[in-house]
């Protein structure tokens, strides 16, 4: 009696030695227990992860401030008639964050498109945007740059945080859709922004 359960565990325990020995270089990450439930990022007021205003935009303090859980990708590009620096945050071949600012500054923005990461408000890339708002006004905007299709809205009682939706729209470029058509927008990406929201 006293061995039945070792025996009925020495299947699994076998099972499990041949899957392992059948893995391909696998993440010291995915080891972390923190890493099995999800990503254990997330998007505050404060910032992400560990990064923050005050942290330098550099590729150590970068990976440092997101636990070493992606490979990074610099570069370069023009916003606003400013050059600005980045690093993507790479998983294989997606882009799952940008973190960008001046060249040789702090984190400014952080550009979340992973979507096991969520807002301290629960909000995840796909929520709906009538889960949210029950309308634009006061607190969305158009999108700018590469998201001049899409509508950036701060999150409710939020200065550092918005919420890019995007959806199907036929309208002029330069008008917002209308609420009836934003009820069935989803969230494509969280931005947390270093500066605060003008009052």
Not at 9 to 38: K, V
Not at 93 to 122: F, H, Y
Not at 142 to 168: L, M, W
């Amino acid at each position: 009696m006293t061995f039945r359960p070792l025996l009925l565990a020495l299947p699994l325990m076998l099972t499990g030695c041949s899957t392992m020995a059948n893995m391909h270089a696998p993440s010291w990450s995915s080891f972390n227990p923190l890493n099995w439930f999800g990503s254990s990022l997330e998007v505050t007021e404060q910032g992400v992860g560990k990064l923050n205003a005050a942290t330098p935009l550099t590729e150590s303090a970068v990976n440092d401030g997101l636990d070493g859980d992606y490979s990074l990708r610099n570069g370069m590009s023009m916003s606003d008639g400013k050059m600005h620096a980045f690093y993507e945050a790479m998983d294989g071949k997606t882009v799952k964050l940008v973190v960008s600012g001046e060249p040789k500054g702090k984190v400014q923005t952080i550009e979340v498109r992973d979507a096991e990461i969520a807002s301290e408000w629960g909000v995840k890339i796909g929520t709906p945007f009538s889960s949210l708002y029950s309308k634009a006004f006061d607190a969305c905007q158009k999108g700018k740059g590469d998201d001049a299709r899409n509508v950036e809205c701060y999150a409710p009682n939020s200065q550092h945080v918005t919420y890019i939706f995007s959806g199907v729209w036929d309208g002029p470029d330069e008008l917002m859709p209308a609420d009836e058509n934003l009820k069935t927008w989803k969230v494509s990406k969280i931005v947390w922004h270093a500066t605060p929201r003008l009052p």
